[in-house]
């Protein structure tokens, strides 16, 4: 059975800082890139990050680039991301997603199948 399982959210003052951390179960992550998306109350959901699992390569959205860094650990079968330098504006509830990696990275959600359940990120001012 698949399985993506968020944790790590909460409340934090802006510029602060938080790890949300995704674990994938289920699948042969060598094949596959696990990405996060954040769906703020009353918008769609937009890409933030992906990583590549067997290769490392990572893609950022503009908007967090030099502020939230991906990860992963293999020996744990662990996603990360960091989240620094956080602004109100990232106040959403992030959910981890993975897609086979062919060599490209997807920004669409509706290119993903495989969505964990959320974990909220609330950034007061």
């Known amino acids: 059975q698949v399985q993506l399982v968020e944790s790590g959210g909460g409340l934090v003052q802006a510029g602060g800082s938080l790890r949300l951390s995704c674990a994938p179960s289920?699948?042969?992550?060598?094949?596959?890139?696990i990405s996060w998306f954040r769906q703020a109350r009353g918008k769609g959901r937009e890409f933030v990050a992906a990583?590549?699992?067997?290769?490392?390569?990572?893609y950022y959205e503009d908007s967090v680039e030099g502020r939230f860094i991906i990860s992963s650990d293999n020996t744990k079968n662990m996603v990360y991301l960091q989240l620094n330098s956080l602004e109100p504006e990232d106040t959403a509830v992030y959910y981890c997603?993975?897609?086979?990696?062919?060599?490209?990275?997807?920004?669409?959600?509706?290119?993903?199948?495989?969505w964990g359940r959320g974990t909220q990120v609330t950034v007061s001012s």
């Open positions: 997603a993975a897609r086979p990696y062919r060599g490209s990275f997807y920004r669409s959600p509706e290119m993903y199948d495989l």
């Open positions: 990583i590549q699992w067997s290769g490392g390569r990572t």
């Open positions: 289920g699948l042969t992550l060598s094949n596959y890139a």
